[in-house]
């Protein structure tokens, strides 16, 4: 990418746009470096959001999670380091009305497989406001699930991103 490209079209060799040119982090402040870019379809939902609300709206559970390391998963008995540790719900979020509690790991999310913590942002942050979701977890050793209704997230968290 060279310099003054921000803003434009990263494309596949398709000419497919698949996402809008960021940054560059270069040592010598030429164009040789590591380019960064935001993914298309992350775009298209602000866009879209804007389009709808006025704004940018980001779908929020109110959980704060852990990744799964091999350690982990021997302590709390699974088969993998797949999934997402809960370590805290704030009070009142859609996972606290939904009965989610720290120590809880989801392992899937609408009848997805969860495989990690990254992913599971991700999932929370494509879903729509108001939006219905079913999360299933392991708690006690035994498989749960839960149904949530994922909110807007509150403004004093957005300078916090990237939790869901």
């Known amino acids: ?76 008995g ?13 009070p009142g979020s859609p996972a606290a009305l939904a009965g989610m509690k720290p120590g ?5 999310f609408n009848g997805k497989r969860v495989r990690g913590v990254q992913q599971l942002r991700q999932v929370i942050a494509g879903g729509e406001v108001g939006q219905e979701v079913e999360l299933g977890f392991l708690r006690g050793g035994q498989m749960a699930k839960a149904r949530a209704k994922l909110a807007e997230m509150p403004t004093e968290y957005l300078g916090a991103l990237p939790g869901p």
Do not use: C, H
């Not at 775009?43 to 709808?52: D, S």
């Open 104 to 108: 809880d790991v989801v392992r899937s």
């Open 1 to 76: 990418m060279n310099q003054g490209n921000s803003g434009g079209p990263l494309l596949n060799l398709r000419g497919e746009i698949v996402g809008i040119n960021s940054a560059i982090f270069s040592r010598t402040g030429g164009w040789q470096g590591i380019s960064f870019a935001i993914p298309s379809n992350s775009a298209r939902r602000v866009l879209e959001g804007i389009i709808k609300r006025g704004r940018v709206v980001r779908s929020y559970l109110g959980v704060v999670m852990q990744e799964i390391s091999p350690e982990l998963a021997r302590t709390f």
């Open 78 to 90: 699974l088969p993998d380091s797949e999934g997402a540790i809960i370590t805290e719900v704030a």
